[in-house]
């Protein structure tokens, strides 16, 4: 056996990752930075000529965005002059932000990773369309 056999075998992808382009991936990273995502993921929505994939990855962005701000209002927003700071209602705040932060952080790691990038409640079920 030649000691260059390991050298000359070929290098196999695994089947699941999808190449996607250039322009894409950078669309789709902007699309999940935190809270200004909103921007090119608005855009994108509204563009015919987007892929599918961007649309998707804007409609997790855009339904994160909305997430973290209904969570984040119901708190009692930024607190107004005179009135006393709650600590606990401030750590959840805290608490809501980061993890927010994080959430967009780990999506960005699954794209650059070619990992699907969904929410359960936002990913069609094909399984439960077949009759």
């Known amino acids: 056996m030649s000691r260059y056999s390991k050298r000359d ?4 992808t695994p089947d699941q990752i999808s190449r996607d382009s250039t322009k894409e991936r950078i669309e789709m990273f902007f699309c999940l ?8 993921s608005a855009i994108a929505l509204v563009r015919q000529r987007s892929s ?6 804007s409609q997790v962005a855009i339904a994160l ?3 973290w701000a ?14 006393a700071i709650q600590v606990t209602s401030e750590l959840i705040k805290a608490s809501l932000s980061s993890g927010y932060f ?5 999506l960005m790691y699954r ?6 990038i969904a929410l359960p409640w936002l990913k069609e079920n094909s399984e439960h369309k077949q009759p």
């Open 102 to 106: 994080a959430l967009c952080m780990y």
């Open 70 to 83: 209904i969570s984040y209002s119901a708190m009692g927003g930024a607190p107004t002059e005179g009135e």
């Open 33 to 40: 930075i935190p809270v200004f995502g909103l921007i090119p």
């Open 9 to 12: 075998r070929k290098i196999e």
């Open 65 to 67: 965005m909305i997430a």
């Open 111 to 116: 794209l650059y990773r070619h990992q699907a």
């Open 52 to 57: 599918r994939k961007v649309r998707d990855v």
